[in-house]
């Protein structure tokens, strides 16, 4: 061989060492989920058109809206549970709490948690607000005791900032300037006042969550950053300039706003009735309902003002380029629809709430999904658009098919509390309680959730339940 050919050679070969040195490994993509307490479908981008909410429906314009997401449990607690762990669970708000004492107690084998999985895959899991039950993660008499933690080994930080009220239970019922609930009904249903986005606990989560999303941001490890906002839970607070939004505006008639007359999935709303409500009823006060359901609007813009400071923060840092953003709210809540002011039952009012994906160059964007789909898809959905293997352990279905073919079908979907569970079909909904009554509506007629046909149609009520038992099992 020659001098040249030798030389040729090393050449050569120097230059696909240098190619295979300067192609960096493709980094995992990092993961922004946005959990909103209590929030139902009231947005405009899902076609409430009172509605202010311009940051989520940016976010819905550049993803995947599901108009027809289902949570599992009409609660705080069992719908985070689902969520975080990908497998139904238990109906109270202590399920996550019951789960880490299973393993403290270590007696039985307990599947990991959606960012504990993440984490084993190189993740920086990082939770800010109220993203398990409890803001912050942790229990105790004011939920900050670091010995009863709600998700143990999930998350490399579990942030709650606090500022005036105190502690992590002071701002979860919090309203403006540190107030703290002692006694709900020697505190206000609603209230707007004078101030900036600090004047309420939502201003300091947003504040604290852009902190960690510009440090996650900066570092070569993937992230898993969720972000917990608190309003619009109960009671209805947000700064003053949100509420003149929807000051003096009528708003549209509740739909079928009659308390039922049978057995029903129906309950007196005891939540709500047990703040000061000035001796007022909002399904007897027309007034009042309205000026409640304009305060939970303002507390609805109030929460996507900081969704807007999040998605800010994450374009600004340049990490928008490779971050999948998943915003969801924790169950729907009634306002007013069978005579119900809150959340706790099976009807769709309380089940139904908002999902979007967006991920990064997604093709189908600004796009809307009428496919059943539960949270319990969340967990398997996430793990196929990071490339992570996705868990046996978990219950749910990947949506990423749907991502990617919006018009394709979903699946009937569950949910349930402690004394019955519903199906939801594409045309029917059951509720099976448990001591055998049935509930049935056909959501092909215009009565849909108001009249319980369930003697008419025993074979559709078979059906359902085996479809229920197999789902279950």
């Known amino acids: 061989m020659t001098h040249r050919k030798i030389l040729s050679l090393f050449i050569i070969s120097g230059l696909l060492i240098l190619a295979c040195q300067s192609t960096p490994k493709p980094q995992k993509p990092n993961i922004l989920l946005l959990c909103i307490d209590d929030l139902r479908p009231e947005l405009k981008s899902f076609g409430v058109d009172y509605i202010h909410s311009p940051h989520i429906d940016q976010l819905a314009a550049t993803g995947v809206r599901f108009e027809r997401h289902f949570v599992n449990a009409p609660s705080c607690g069992p719908s985070r549970f689902t969520l975080l762990s990908g ?7 202590d399920a996550l709490f019951l789960r880490a004492q299973k393993i403290r107690a270590g007696k039985e084998t307990v599947t990991p948690t959606m960012p504990e999985w993440f984490k084993t895959q190189g993740y920086t899991t990082v ?55 002692h006694k709900a009904e020697e505190m ?57 939004l929807y000051e003096g505006r009528s708003l549209p008639a509740i739909e079928h706003p009659a308390k039922p007359t049978e057995k029903m999935t129906w309950h ?43 998605l800010q923060a994450l374009k600004e840092s340049g990490a928008d380029q ?22 706790h039952s099976l009807f769709e009012e309380a089940l139904r709430s908002p999902l979007i994906i967006h991920t990064p160059q997604m093709q189908q964007q600004g796009v809307s999904s009428s496919a059943l789909v539960e949270t319990l898809d969340i967990f398997p959905t996430l793990c196929d658009l990071a490339g992570l293997k996705k868990p046996e ?27 019955a ?52 099992n």
């Open 127 to 181: 939770s800010v607000g109220k993203v398990s039950h409890h803001p912050g993660g942790r229990g105790g008499a004011d939920w900050n005791d670091s010995l009863q933690v709600e998700l143990p080994q999930a998350w490399d930080k579990h942030l709650m900032p606090v500022g005036a009220w105190e502690h992590p239970r002071g701002a979860m019922h919090g309203l403006a300037k540190g107030e703290i609930r």
């Open 87 to 93: 497998r139904y669970g238990p109906p109270g708000n």
């Open 268 to 310: 007196p709303s005891g939540e709500f009735m047990k703040y000061n409500r000035w001796g007022k009823d909002p399904n007897q006060d027309a007034a009042f309902a309205e000026e409640v359901r304009r305060h939970y609007a303002a507390a609805v813009s109030y929460a996507d003002a900081q969704v807007g400071k999040v």
């Open 322 to 343: 490779n971050t999948i953003v998943v915003l969801w709210g924790d169950h729907g809540w009634h306002l007013g629809e069978h005579g119900i002011w809150g959340k």
């Open 393 to 419: 352990f978990a219950q749910g279905t990947s949506l990423q098919y749907i991502l990617e073919e919006p018009q394709q079908e979903g699946h009937p979907v569950i949910a349930y509390k402690n004394d």
């Open 421 to 472: 569970t519903t199906l939801r079909t594409t045309t029917h909904r059951m509720v099976l309680h448990k001591d055998g009554y049935v509930e049935l509506y056909d959501h092909r007629t215009a009565a849909k959730e108001t009249k319980n046909v369930a003697d008419q149609y025993p074979e559709v009520v078979h059906s359902l339940k085996q479809m229920m038992e197999a789902k279950l």
């Open 188 to 244: 206000d249903i609603f209230q707007h006042a004078e101030g900036d986005d600090f004047l309420y606990p939502d201003g300091l989560i947003a504040a604290t969550a852009v902190e960690q999303l510009n440090q996650l941001a900066a570092q070569e490890q993937p992230f898993f950053l969720a972000v917990g906002i608190l309003k619009p839970h109960l009671p209805f607070g947000a700064p003053k300039s949100y509420y003149d």
